[in-house]
C-alpha cells in the first residue's frame, strides 16, 4: 500500500460521514416489477486471472457488482464488500469492477489490483478484468447491460463514481442501483442484500 492509499483507508470513515452529511453520492433506485429485455444470465466476463465468470453459473443467487479502484476515497469499501460477501455466501456474490474511469484512480495491472485487495483488505470475492465501465465505445458489456433500459428493464443509470453498485436477483432482475455514498454496511444495501 503506497502513502495515497494508506491516506485513504485511514480517512475513509470521515469520508463517508462527509458526503452522507452533504447528500453527496446518495442516490439509491429501486425496481421490483420490471423484467430484462436481454437476459442477464446470458451474460460473461473475464476474471482478472482471465477465467471466464458466466453469470449462468449464479442462478438462485443474488449478484452485487461494483465498480472499483484503489486509490479513491471509497476504497476502503473492499473491506466492507468482502464482509458483506463472507456474510451472505450462500446467497449473495460479490464482483468487483476495477476501473480507470475516474480522475485516474485505477492505474495497476490486474495482478497488482488483485495482490492489492487480498493484501489489504482479505478480498476473496471475484474481480473481474480491469475494464471501461462509463458509456462509451469500450465500456464493459456487463455495464453496457447494467446502464442500458432496453437491455436490464428500466435502469440507464451509469456509475457516477467509483464504487456504484448493482443488485441483481435471484431470477436474474436488476433491483438495486446505489451511489457510492451508500456502503456495503449500510442499512440500505444488507435490506437490500436480505
Do not use: H
Amino acid at each position: 500500500m503506497n502513502y495515497r492509499q494508506k491516506l485513504l483507508k485511514a480517512v475513509y470513515p470521515a469520508w463517508m460521514w462527509w458526503t452522507k452529511l452533504m447528500g453527496k453520492n446518495t442516490m439509491q433506485m429501486n425496481n421490483t416489477e420490471k423484467r430484462p429485455a436481454v437476459s442477464f444470465y446470458d451474460l460473461e466476463t473475464v476474471a482478472n486471472d482471465g477465467s471466464p465468470i458466466r453469470f449462468s453459473d449464479f442462478k438462485g443467487r443474488k449478484v452485487l457488482l461494483v465498480n472499483t479502484a484503489s486509490n479513491c476515497g471509497y476504497t476502503g469499501q473492499y473491506e466492507d464488500l468482502q464482509l458483506l460477501y463472507e456474510a451472505n455466501k450462500t446467497k449473495l456474490i460479490v464482483i468487483g469492477f476495477p476501473a480507470n474511469d475516474f480522475k485516474e484512480q485505477e492505474k495497476g495491472t490486474d495482478e497488482e489490483i488483485a495482490q492489492f485487495c487480498k493484501v489489504n483488505f482479505g478480498v476473496t470475492f471475484p474481480l473481474a478484468k480491469k475494464s471501461v465501465v462509463v458509456k462509451s465505445a469500450e465500456q464493459n458489456p456487463v455495464f453496457q447491460w447494467l446502464t442500458d433500459a432496453a437491455k436490464n428493464g428500466w435502469c440507464n443509470q451509469e456509475p457516477v463514481w467509483n464504487f456504484t453498485k448493482y443488485l441483481v436477483n435471484e431470477e436474474g432482475i436488476l433491483t438495486g442501483y446505489f451511489e457510492p455514498s451508500l456502503s456495503p454496511a449500510s442499512a440500505e444495501i444488507k435490506n437490500a442484500v436480505k
